[in-house]
């Protein structure tokens, strides 16, 4: 179902993948009083409006949308400079909405594991409330990114994995290297002392807490 916010004649969206997260996402992030979001994978900033418009309204934040504006593999059909048109002009649209100005959006237009280097050389330290990976859903670049992002991540801070079951083929005849799942599994196995899935959640999404904080 489409989220009333969105019916706003101001935006210029396409789709509607994200709400489907907004009743989850309701409840669970505010839990991080986050104020600090990065997020991989934007395409035409629905994930990013909802998160000014729900975070941005009366407090200072700062949201780090990382995308190369080139498309997954399954974007083979998307004229992508204008799925980047509709990012700024959607996300213009939700600032002017909120009209705070301590809400800043900086945009990162290049291949997550560079954009990721490069927060992470700047930063120095795990700065960050809340990662979205949403970005590459080929499980060698999710893994890449859950690593890399794990690391940006405040202790206590949220990890939010999309589209956890996707496969870009058919139930039953998946190929693990094409779907997010066999890399979150990787990265919660193997971070398993350093992250703790959030219990209680549905599935489409998984999220992870880090330890600590
Ligand atoms: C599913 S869309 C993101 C949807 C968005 N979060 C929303 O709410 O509508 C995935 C995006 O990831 C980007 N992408 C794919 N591979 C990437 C990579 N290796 N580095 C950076 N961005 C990538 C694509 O260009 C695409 O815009």
Not at 105 to 132: N, Q
Not at 179 to 199: C, E, G, H, L
Request: hydrophobic share 40%; with cysteine.
């Amino acid at each position: 179902m489409t989220h009333a916010a969105f019916d706003d004649p101001g935006y210029e969206f396409t789709n509607d993948w994200f709400d489907q997260n907004i009743v989850v996402w309701d409840t669970l992030v505010p839990r991080f009083s986050p104020k600090r979001f990065l997020e991989i994978g934007s395409f035409e900033g629905r994930s990013a409006c909802y998160l000014i418009e729900k975070f941005g309204k009366d407090q200072a934040i700062e949201i780090h949308c990382v995308d190369t504006w080139e498309g997954g593999v399954e974007h083979e059909n998307f004229a992508m400079s204008e799925v980047e048109r509709r990012f700024d002009k959607n996300v213009q649209f939700a600032l002017g909405k909120v009209g705070n100005p301590g809400v800043v959006v900086k945009k990162h237009k290049k291949l997550s594991y560079l954009a990721l280097a490069e927060l992470i050389a700047v930063e120095r330290r795990p700065t960050f409330d809340m990662l979205y990976v949403d970005g590459s859903h080929q499980a060698p670049d999710v893994l890449t990114d859950a690593v890399m992002g794990f690391h940006l991540v405040r202790p206590g801070g949220l990890m939010v994995f999309d589209d956890y079951i996707w496969s870009m083929e058919e139930m039953g005849s998946q190929d693990l290297l094409n779907m997010p799942k066999s890399a979150i599994d990787a990265f919660v196995n193997v971070f398993t002392r350093k992250a703790i899935v959030v219990r209680n959640a549905p599935v489409y999404q998984l999220y992870v807490t880090k330890v600590g904080g």
